[in-house]
């Protein structure tokens, strides 16, 4: 079995709280009755996960934690979704599209 580097170790633990964040994110978004999730698409939730993912990365974990999630609106996981689109198309930069979820996310503190 091949050695891993601490770095490896450090990545991989990285990536498992980045995907718990946004498994916990998504739960609340769920749980509100006014989001519509279960109205979005496979492939828009799949979006959902990607760009609250890099948000989550790039946004100081104080935003993160005081982001009331269960608050978003239907509106604004669409503009979420969308801009996670723009991200994935090369439309816009993922740090332009990172701020501007902060901002909605900031919105729901």
């Given amino acids: 079995m091949p050695d891993v580097?601490?770095?490896?170790?450090g990545r991989r633990i990285f990536q498992?709280?980045?995907?718990?964040?946004?498994?916990t994110a998504i739960e609340k978004i769920r749980h509100n009755p006014?989001?519509?999730?279960?109205?979005?698409?496979p492939q828009d939730i799949k979006t959902l996960n990607y760009i609250l993912g890099?948000?989550?990365?790039?946004?100081?974990?104080?935003?993160?934690?005081q982001s009331s999630f269960t608050r978003l609106t239907r509106k604004d996981l669409e503009e979420i979704?969308?801009?996670?689109?723009?991200?994935?198309?090369?439309k816009l930069r993922e740090e332009?599209?990172?701020?501007?979820?902060c901002?909605?996310?900031?919105?729901s503190i």
């Fill in 5 to 9: 580097t601490n770095d490896e170790r």
């Fill in 16 to 23: 498992l709280h980045k995907e718990r964040a946004v498994e």
């Fill in 34 to 41: 006014g989001s519509g999730l279960s109205a979005f698409s």
């Fill in 54 to 65: 890099e948000t989550w990365v790039s946004v100081g974990r104080q935003i993160w934690e």
């Fill in 81 to 90: 979704i969308s801009i996670g689109n723009d991200v994935n198309s090369k």
């Fill in 96 to 101: 332009t599209g990172v701020n501007k979820i």
């Fill in 103 to 107: 901002g909605i996310l900031k919105g």
